[in-house]
């Protein structure tokens, strides 16, 4: 898994400096103009440890994370 940004040029993400398998499935997170997004180093560092750990099958699924919630109300 990588992370990387892009820029929207005719109505398509464009990401420079990174190759990507064709028809790769990609998750985009799109910002308001002025609302800046940026990730100091370990702030990305803790990102990438955490998508390895869902690559490694360590996380709760979404059906098992509402079950325990509902026992809290």
Known sequence: MQVTTGT???GKV???GVSLVEG???AVLSR?????FTLLAE?????L??????????FV???ELLK???KYG
């Open 68 to 70: 325990s919630l509902r």
């Open 8 to 10: 929207v040029v005719g």
């Open 61 to 63: 699924s979404a059906d």
């Open 32 to 36: 308001e103009p002025d609302e800046p």
């Open 14 to 16: 464009v990401v420079e």
């Open 24 to 26: 790769s499935v990609v």
């Open 43 to 47: 702030d990305e560092d803790e990102l």
């Open 49 to 58: 440890a955490a998508m390895a750990e869902i690559d490694r099958g360590e």
